[in-house]
């Protein structure tokens, strides 16, 4: 038979663990990107509307507006070996260095490529260490629209979803 101490301690754990989920889901979350050709933006707003997030390009918030969040995650593309990401995380590390960080680099070398890691590595090391990193693919450099609408599918973003959890 349970105690009524060992129930008074059930009922105050279930309470507290209650209070932890709901902390956990009233993070504030945001979406941030840059997208030149669009892939980027595309894959932004399907992750956007699967987290209901709101959904912002780099430099569109002020830095006060940026320190409301406790989550983040900042998506760009890679073009000649370098991701507008890792200019942005230099820039407002100073602010994103206290929130969740997650990042997500689209590019059209898979993420297992050998260029895929050293543009990863253009990321400083202190930031590297403290942020999670995943890449999906994008477009294949200057592919037409037929191409572009085969190769940006939703089902990329399951990968996202899945590191997230
Ligand atoms: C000029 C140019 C250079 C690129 N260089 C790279 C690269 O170094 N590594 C990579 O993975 N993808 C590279 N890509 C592919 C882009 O990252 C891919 O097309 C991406 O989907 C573009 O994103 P956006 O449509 O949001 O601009 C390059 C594309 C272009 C047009």
Redesign the pocket.
């Known amino acids: 038979m349970t105690s009524p101490l060992e129930k008074a301690k059930e009922l105050l754990y279930n309470q507290i663990n209650e209070g932890n989920s709901k902390e956990l889901n009233n993070m504030k979350k945001v979406i941030l990107y840059k997208?030149?050709?669009?892939?980027?933006?595309q894959y932004a707003q399907w992750l956007a509307e699967e987290l209901q997030t709101e959904l912002y390009k780099f430099g569109q918030l002020s830095d006060a507006k940026l320190k409301e969040f406790d989550q983040m995650i900042i998506m760009?593309?890679?073009?000649?070996?370098w991701m507008p990401l890792t200019g942005f995380l230099k820039k407002k590390w100073s602010i994103l260095q206290d929130k969740e960080v997650f990042v997500v680099a689209?590019?059209?070398?898979p993420a297992d490529?050998p260029?895929?890691k050293l543009?990863y590595e253009k990321i400083p090391e202190e930031i590297r260490k403290k942020i999670k990193y995943t890449k999906i693919l994008?477009?294949?450099?200057?592919?037409n629209a037929e191409k572009r609408e085969q190769e940006?599918k939703k089902e990329n973003l399951e990968k996202v979803l899945d590191e997230l959890k």
Request: glycine share 18%.
């Open positions: 997208s030149i050709f669009g892939s980027t933006k760009s593309a890679t073009y000649a070996g689209i590019g059209g070398a490529d260029a895929s543009s994008g477009a294949t450099p200057f592919a940006i």
